[in-house]
Nanobody, 115 residues
């Protein structure tokens, strides 16, 4: 069983920054993918960014150059640094762990970009 805890969401003005954190605990093995997805009202849940245990990263086109994903393997923690936030980034952000073809999700954290 894997437990995921997220933190760092909130309200920010356009052009501002936020940093999300996600820590996984439980039956963790050494090789897994950690990432962030987001879901806006009435829309599907989409990948924002992900990173492998080896450090390879993937980003959605809409966040390239603005968001940075990083990871601390020793702490089973992944971070999402979000800069130059726009109203279109408003959504619930979910942390995801992919391990042995199984998906584990956090409870979600709200990010609202508004003046």
């Amino acid at each position: 069983q894997v437990r995921i805890v997220e933190s760092g969401g909130g309200l920010v003005q356009p052009g501002g920054s936020l940093r999300l954190s996600c820590t996984a605990s439980g039956n963790m093995f050494s090789n897994y993918v950690m990432g962030w997805y987001r879901q806006a009202p009435g829309k599907q849940r989409d990948l924002v960014a992900s990173t492998t245990s080896g450090g390879s990263t993937t980003y959605a086109d809409s966040v390239k150059g603005r968001f940075t994903i990083s990871r601390d393997n020793a702490k089973n923690t992944v971070y999402l640094q979000m800069n130059s936030l726009q109203s279109e980034d408003t959504a619930v952000y979910y942390c995801n762990v992919k391990m042995f073809s199984r998906n584990y999700w956090g409870q979600g954290t709200q990010v609202t970009v508004s003046s």
